[in-house]
């Protein structure tokens, strides 16, 4: 019997150490300042809250491109933690010396899908070598987030051109200042189609997914998590700890995200 309590004393403690150590709230507190991929709104949102309602403790929530938010920080934006939808403005910001070094982990992974509207005519094709997709979008265009400073756009850009499509296609771009104008375009029937994210197409019952492209078609989707080195926010390395606990992974797991192991 006393082993027994023993073992049960342990566990607990065990399970203690393994969760988040936020400080205690006080009134004067600011919330957690999170720069975060415009991708992540629902997912992160929904873990915000539930770290509220377990702790109290409030987060505050900026969504944009991670290349805008990137150069943000850069411009001493008072960010606490960036999470980036891809790992290229992590790694900008932390050659530059504006993140803990220490702190940086990939957090999820992604998909990347051809997206149409709900009500469009056009059902499941294959995206391979040599499929028509300018023929596919006829006279339309194609919604993809800037190929340059929007990860999914930049995913979008490798995938076509590794599958030798984005030549028919170049001139046909409607690009978006994120991923989610790209969606927008699309969802409202102004495009025929476009480039996103898996959880994205989850996230909008107005589009249909049309066809998911080969994962080797594209580098690995990689959300890395970061505090800020400047921060000073004494709950912003128990934060990005939280985004990897029980509580929060199947939260992200639920609209679509992969979990690295």
Partial sequence: MRLTRRLILGLA???????????????????????????????????????????????????????????????????????????????????????????????????????????????????????????????????IGEVTSVPAGAYGKA??????LFDSVKDKLAQGESVRAALALVSRGEAPFGIVYGTDAAADAGVKVVATFPAGSYPAIVYPVAKIASSTHPDAAAFIAYLQSPAAQPVFAAAGFTIPK
């Fill in 159 to 164: 995938a076509l051109e590794s599958l030798k």
């Fill in 13 to 143: 403690a065990a399970a203690t150490l393994s969760l988040p150590m936020f400080h205690p709230a006080r009134a004067e507190d600011k919330p957690v300042l999170v720069f975060a991929a415009a991708s992540l709104k629902e997912s992160l949102g929904k873990v915000a809250e539930a770290l509220k309602a377990e702790s109290g403790k409030a987060v505050t929530l900026s969504f944009a491109a991670s290349g805008p938010l990137a150069k943000q920080i850069e411009a001493a934006a008072p960010a606490d933690v960036f999470i980036s939808a891809d790992t290229k403005w992590m790694t900008y910001l932390s050659d530059k010396g504006l993140t803990d070094k220490a702190t940086e982990r990939p957090l999820l992974g992604n998909t990347l899908v051809l997206i149409a509207p709900k009500d469009s005519a056009t059902a499941e094709v294959a995206l391979a070598e040599g499929f028509d997709l300018a023929g596919l979008l006829g006279g339309g265009r194609l919604a």
